[in-house]
């Protein structure tokens, strides 16, 4: 079993930056790969980003390349997500997400089995 719980949600004005944190508790987490999903009203939940085990991987969705980056800090038991330069279209919750079966960065929403209760972002234009 893993607990995911994020932090660093809110509100923010177009152009500014947030930082969202989830920790981690349960199975070693340095053994598995972490992401960042997001789901915005009336819309699936996408990928955001992903990192692996060691945090020597990352992988990014193309609508925040360049101004996202995701990072973790094994000893914590914790994984960020930097956001800057937001734009109105990033408003969503944002769900921290583990993939315990591997240690491998993976985008696909269906290798994760255990998320977060999710944290608003909302930027204003």
């Known amino acids: 079993q893993v607990q995911l719980v994020e932090s660093g949600g809110g509100l923010v004005q177009a152009g500014g930056s947030l930082r969202l944190s989830c920790a981690a508790s349960?199975?070693?987490?340095?053994?598995?790969?972490m992401g960042w999903f997001r789901q915005a009203p009336r819309k699936q939940r996408e990928f955001v980003a992903t990192i692996n085990w060691s945090g020597g991987s990352t992988y990014y969705a193309d609508s925040v390349k360049g101004r996202f980056t995701i990072s973790r800090d094994n000893a914590k038991n914790m994984v960020y997500l930097q956001m800057n330069s937001l734009k109105p279209e990033d408003t969503a919750v944002y769900y921290c997400?583990?993939?315990?079966?591997?240690?491998?960065?993976?985008?696909?929403?269906?290798?994760?089995?255990?998320w977060g209760q999710g944290t608003q972002v909302t930027v204003s234009s």
């Open positions: 997400a583990a993939a315990t079966s591997t240690g491998w960065a993976t985008k696909a929403l269906s290798g994760y089995d255990y």
């Open positions: 349960g199975r070693t987490f340095s053994t598995y790969a």
